[in-house]
């Protein structure tokens, strides 16, 4: 019964958010017509014939549908008000195929995407886009390739890399918080400039379930991250309160 009240209120709390994030948003709307009109769509949709996913590996998610993604990032970019402020530098974690450091270009600021070269339409995209990008695997407890410049803003969104497969017990496996803990650091210390931020936006566990375990939640917020539902935004400064309108 208590377990149940605190789901409730984990759900009001969730939708108050959320409504809070569309109003928000409403407050500096942004013409995703003016962002798709820079897009050559027939050029876009014969992707996926030209880069096919390799062998055994399933197609996911219409990429080529640039009025839905293009939708997707233009909210993303509203959340952390990148319509506003002056050129950022940003490095965009597991950045698929690039639609936010693309929607992130549009608004004047310089991007590079990291991610894996498992999927080859991620690669036809990016180029397609003009996204540059470092092909890397991030891995737990690894400290991420040396790219020769600090960022005032890294991204992760619908983050995957801490996901490791289901174990022989058929448990889902994933980083522990010695982990987080040691990407956070990673990040503060060698990528992030003094004034920078680190965001990362998590999907739903494949139960369903919200992302936020009571262990993940108290590990990120020893780390000095501000949660929003499934969002989680930390300053360079552990001792500093993140904010997503900056500057
Ligand atoms: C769900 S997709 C999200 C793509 C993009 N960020 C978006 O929201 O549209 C997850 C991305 O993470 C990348 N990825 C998964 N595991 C990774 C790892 N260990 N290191 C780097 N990238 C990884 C995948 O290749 C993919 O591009």
Known sequence: MRFARKIDKLFSIELFQSLWEHLRRST????????????????LAALPERYPPRAGARKINAYEDAVYWVGVNVRRVQDLWLDRPAPLRILDL???PGYFLYVCQFFGHQGLGLDTDENPLFGGITEFFGVR?????INP??????????????TGHRVCFHRLGRGPDGEWKEWTPVDWKFFIH???????????????????RPDGSFFFTPELRACFQTEGARIVRSKALF????NRRPRFKQG
């Not at 500096?28 to 050029?43: C, G, V």
């Not at 990008?133 to 695997?137: A, E, G, L, T």
């Not at 680190?198 to 999907?203: A, Q």
């Not at 300053?235 to 552990?238: M, N």
């Open 141 to 154: 407890q690894t400290p991420l390739p040396e790219l020769e410049e600090k960022f005032d803003l890294i």
């Open 94 to 96: 597991g950045c698929g």
């Open 133 to 137: 990008r470092v092909i890397s695997r």
């Open 186 to 204: 990673d990040i503060r210390t060698r990528f992030l400039k003094p004034n920078g931020r680190l965001f990362l936006e998590f999907n739903p």
């Open 235 to 238: 300053a360079a400064d552990p």
């Open 28 to 43: 500096h709307p942004i013409s995703a017509r003016k962002i798709l009109a820079t897009i050559d769509r027939e050029k």
